[in-house]
T-cell receptor
Framework: NAGVTQTPKFRVLKTGQSMTLLCAQDMNHEYMYWYRQDPGMGLRLIHYSVGEGTTAKGEVPDGYNVSRLKKQNFLLGLESAAPSQTSVYFC????????????FGDGTRLSIL | AQKVTQAQTEISVVEKEDVTLDCVYETRDTTYYLFWYKQPPSGELVFLIRRNSFDEQNEISGRYSWNFQKSTSSFNFTITASQVVDSAVYFCALSEALSNTDKLIFGTGTRLQVFP
């Protein structure tokens, strides 16, 4: 049972390059989330989705786009990477009932040079 | 506004000591949920506990216990007889029921180091 799978696990980009982070969950969860984790700042919500075809902005959405074309997948895109986007990115999913615990992927460590 | 404060940035203890991690939250909602997650050195996030705002009973799970006090807006986590494997960053988080999105607001985390 894979749970939440993030690809890739590591990536180094040059400023201005674009890339997409993929999150896949096999638990049939409605809700999915993208967070970033920076030293001393905890996890901050970038974007989230409450169902297939829906997305919404979180606390720090600038510079990112997302898509949820299939229920099991949630993609995070960086159109023009900036050094400030160097971070560890976590995807999570949860059931749409009574604020159930979120299940997290193992994270993607992204460095922008 | 919603906010979670973990004032302790880092705590160091020697094995077998008891340690309490503090969590103070702010919310205007009357229905909300509180969580603790553990992030070991390997980096993944492990769910520990979920508590709703109407349940103020303390909870114990093995060496772990949680003290929820609405009067002081706190949800503290105690590890009894700490072990080296407890070394990790611990996050407290808040989710408001009225948001209908289950978004989590995290504290900045407390790094716990347990020395043998």
């Amino acid at each position: 049972n894979a749970g939440v799978t993030q690809t890739p696990k590591f990536r180094v980009l040059k400023t201005g390059q674009s890339m997409t982070l993929l999150c896949a969950q096999d638990m049939n969860h409605e809700y999915m989330y993208w967070y970033r984790q920076d030293p001393g700042m905890g996890l901050r919500l970038i974007h989230y989705s409450v169902g297939e075809g829906t997305t919404a902005k979180g606390e720090v959405p600038d510079g990112y786009n997302v898509s949820r074309l299939k229920k099991q997948n949630f993609l995070l895109g960086l159109e023009s990477a900036a050094p400030s986007q160097t971070s560890v990115y976590f995807c999570a999913s949860s059931r749409d009932m009574d604020n159930q615990p979120q299940h997290f992927g193992d994270g993607t460590r992204l460095s922008i040079l | 506004a919603q906010k979670v404060t973990q004032a302790q940035t880092e705590i160091s203890v020697v094995e077998k000591e008891d340690v309490t991690l503090d969590c103070v939250y702010e919310t205007r909602d009357t229905t909300y949920y509180l969580f603790w997650y553990k992030q070991p050195p390997s980096g993944e996030l492990v769910f520990l506990i979920r508590r709703n705002s109407f349940d103020e009973q303390n909870e114990i799970s093995g060496r772990y216990s949680w003290n929820f006090q609405k009067s002081t807006s706190s949800f503290n986590f105690t590890i009894t007889a700490s072990q080296v494997v407890d070394s990790a960053v611990y996050f407290c988080a808040l989710s408001e029921a009225l948001s209908n999105t289950d978004k989590l607001i995290f504290g900045t985390g407390t790094r716990l180091q347990v020395f043998p």
